[in-house]
């Protein structure tokens, strides 16, 4: 069956998998792995077999054509990356975009990711929210913090622990101390934390508490005249 699947997965707690995912990576006939020293230990702990290569941000452009064959040659294939759902900040828009150019059967599982959980706990408007992910460290940096001071709804970043608090003073000097925010750090893992507060209360907390492990920033929207 020619078909590429994109399978969310864990983003720190293995149990965090449908049954259907598994179902699914142990059938295809190739799994695309952004990191397959990673993902084999989601693999072994579901006693899943399948071969699996590596297939990243590096070598994706070079890989393209013979995926797209080997998938037009009737294999299943299946594309993770190393936590969360492929093309989300990952590696995975390209070879989607090919195999719709092919006319090969895309499907994308539902499954985790780590904006939703963040966007609910940290307690801001949910109805209508921006994700920017990881915004440039230099150049452009300060066009996007600008462009995201002017956004009236919830918007969400992906940050760097070693970034974060000089995001969050950035943010902050945009956009007035008062803004209100939260940082979730190691989602679904032993040590999950969402800390909530002003830009300038969140940035004064982790100057003393620096953070460790994966960050999701979610901020509140500009206040709309009354």
């Known amino acids: 069956m020619a078909k590429l699947i994109v399978v969310p997965t864990p983003i720190g707690n293995l149990e965090d998998i449908t049954f259907r995912a598994v179902k699914v990576l142990k059938e295809v006939d190739l799994i695309l792995a ?18 699996m290569i590596a297939y990243h941000k590096f070598n994706e452009h070079k890989m393209l054509p013979a995926l797209i064959e080997r998938i037009r040659s009737n294999n299943a294939v299946a594309l993770i990356s190393d936590a969360g759902t492929p093309s989300i900040s990952d590696p995975g828009f390209l070879i989607v975009r090919e195999c719709v150019k092919n006319n090969i059967e895309v499907e994308c599982l539902p499954g985790a990711t780590a904006i939703i959980p963040a966007l609910v706990d940290s307690g801001l408007p949910s109805d209508r929210f921006y994700f920017e992910g990881f915004i440039p460290p230099k150049k452009g940096r300060n066009t996007r913090i600008e462009f995201l001071a002017g956004l009236h709804q919830t918007f969400i970043l992906y940050e760097s622990p070693y970034r974060l608090v000089k995001t969050l003073e950035a943010l902050a000097l945009a956009m007035g101390d008062d803004r209100q925010a939260s940082v979730s750090r190691e989602l679904s893992k032993m040590f999950e934390e969402t800390r909530r507060g002003s830009l300038i209360e969140l940035a004064a907390y982790f100057t003393e508490n620096p953070p460790k492990g994966e960050i999701v920033l979610v901020v509140e929207g500009k206040k709309k005249p009354t």
Do not use: F, G, Q, V
């Open 34 to 51: 952004e990191d397959t020293r990673t993902s084999s230990k989601l693999l072994n702990h579901y006693a899943i077999t399948t071969k």
